[in-house]
């Protein structure tokens, strides 16, 4: 599964849940059951996927590796 900023995850996200990180703004933008929320400062890809998925599921997203 592949989210909008490219990176490969091998977790099940959600459909239209997207995680896309700015590097130039050190910016994460969520896009999450309808809501959009952005991030910052995140400073590199990595922190703004786990930052991203860490937002989701605080709202009710359940990473399937994780049960």
């Known amino acids: 599964m592949s989210n909008l900023s490219g ?4 977790r099940s996200y959600e459909p239209g849940m997207r995680i896309i990180h700015y590097p130039i703004t050190e910016t994460v933008v969520v896009g999450f059951r309808g809501e959009t929320v ?6 590199d890809r990595r922190t703004a996927i786990a930052a991203g998925e860490a937002l989701c599921r605080e709202k009710g997203w359940t990473d ?3 049960q």
Do not use: Q, T
Not at 7 to 10: D, E, G, N
Not at 38 to 43: A, E, F, G
């Open 38 to 43: 952005i991030l910052k400062p995140v400073p």
């Open 7 to 10: 990176m490969k995850s091998s």
């Open 64 to 66: 399937d590796l994780r």
